[in-house]
């Protein structure tokens, strides 16, 4: 358990609050996508040939769980992950013939032919790039056909009613379209198809981001389903926010980089329920590699917390260096926490900025020298011993030095 001065942790705190904002995607942003992601489903929704199967769009992956941040490349999209679900599926179809059929009624959309990228494993990508001048408001879609089973509705509002419930989460399971899967273009029963539980995954995320809480009502209307902006996150999802912007920096491109789903379940299984931002992002730090087990074959296990059969880091077995790139990236996250800890002044900046990207270090340290500056000039700063800001304001007023030494 990290020990710090209340000083120090007040400062740091503050610090990486400040950054995690700066790593939210905008309002602007957010509307574009939401409008964009309705728009498509509505058209799919409408689909005649699908319609008598109920079918919905939903987003998953960071979108709903309100981890989604900047990418760290301004020419790169946004990456956001839906759900197309139907409730039961025409008697005869494989998971051919459903993903198919999905990507026919894209097809026959003038707008979205021509978004649409080739046909991807389990999902049809449309890129949007229509309508903006600025590249942060470029982004693609990844949908996902599947199915669920004619009792999923009823068992999904009981689920959001009383909140997340381990026994019963696979009750609300989906089952997928995979055309890496044997069986693709075979079966027609859909309990023989790959299962997932995005909702089930939400739900669990909600009940971790406050685990100290009996009242996990209002976390759960954050992630199921996403409606509005959200800019008061959770300790949490600000913690997995900054994990995610150190690995892109560290990455800077790499598709062998440590995926999010990863970041995203070892460091909810690592959080305490910490209410210091800082604090908390150092205690996940340390105890994320807890989380990871071994199989007696030496096979390295993170398990899917609401679907058993599945390992996150199934792949590392086959592509090693994705095992290896991870565990370089940890210990890349426990040598900079020590520095945070231990630099002051320009040092501080520095490794700030190897550690999340220049341009973003520079906006946040800047502004904190400035909410300095105020205070100080209200009368209202007393100088810190702990020197944790020191020399960055010493650009905006030569005679300050903020938090410095006495």
């Known amino acids: 358990m990290l020990q710090t001065n209340d000083n120090l942790s007040r400062e740091l705190n503050e610090l990486f609050l400040m950054l995690s904002k700066s ?10 996508l939401t409008r964009s992601y309705s728009a498509v489903g509505k058209y799919l ?22 981890t989604i941040i900047q990418p760290i490349n301004e020419e790169d999209d946004l990456d956001v992950d839906l759900v ?37 494993r389990r999902c049809w990508t449309l890129l949007y790039r229509q309508n ?66 995005p909702d089930g995954y939400a739900m669990w995320f909600a009940s971790r981001c406050n685990i100290t809480s ?26 997995v926010q900054i994990l995610k912007r150190h690995r892109d920096v560290m990455f800077n491109g790499d598709k062998e980089k440590p995926i999010s789903i990863i970041i995203t379940t070892l460091a909810a299984k690592a959080y305490k ?54 565990f370089r990236w940890l210990g890349k996250l426990k040598s900079d926490k020590g520095a945070f800890l231990n630099c002051k002044g320009s040092v501080l900046r520095n490794v700030f900025a190897s550690s999340f990207g220049k341009k973003v270090t520079n906006l946040i340290f800047e502004k904190r020298a400035l909410e300095h500056k105020a205070e100080a000039s209200n009368s209202k700063l007393k100088v810190s011993s702990t020197g944790i800001i020191g020399a960055i304001g010493t650009t905006l007023n030569a005679k300050n030095t903020f938090f410095g030494e006495k």
């Open 273 to 326: 329920g910490e209410d210091n931002l800082f604090i908390g992002l150092n205690n996940v730090i340390d105890g994320m590699e807890s989380q990871i087990h071994k199989n007696q074959d030496g096979t390295y296990v993170i398990e899917n917390p609401v679907n058993s059969e599945e390992n996150f880091a199934d792949k590392w077995t086959s592509h090693p260096n994705r095992r290896d790139n991870f």
């Open 214 to 239: 009996q009242n996990n009502r209002a976390l759960l209307e954050n992630v199921i389903p996403v409606r509005k902006y959200v800019e008061n996150k959770t300790i949490l999802q600000r913690i």
């Open 132 to 197: 903006s001048d600025n590249n942060k408001e470029r982004y693609h879609m990844d949908i996902l056909p599947c199915v669920a089973e004619s009792t999923y509705l009823e068992r999904f509002h009981i689920l959001n009613a009383s909140g997340f419930d381990a026994q019963a989460i696979d009750d609300i399971s989906i089952r997928i379209t995979d055309n890496k899967c044997d069986n693709y273009k075979t079966s027609i029963c859909i309990r023989e198809w790959m299962k997932s539980n």
């Open 23 to 32: 790593l939210d995607i905008t309002k602007t942003q957010y509307d574009n």
């Open 84 to 120: 197309y679900r139907l409730i039961e599926k025409g008697p005869t179809w494989t998971q051919f013939d459903l993903k198919t059929r999905v990507g026919n009624r894209l097809k026959s959309h003038s707008l979205y032919k021509e978004m649409l990228d080739k046909e991807g």
């Open 45 to 66: 929704e409408e689909d005649p040939e699908l319609s008598s199967y109920h079918p919905v769009i939903t987003p998953q992956g960071s979108l709903r769980l309100g």
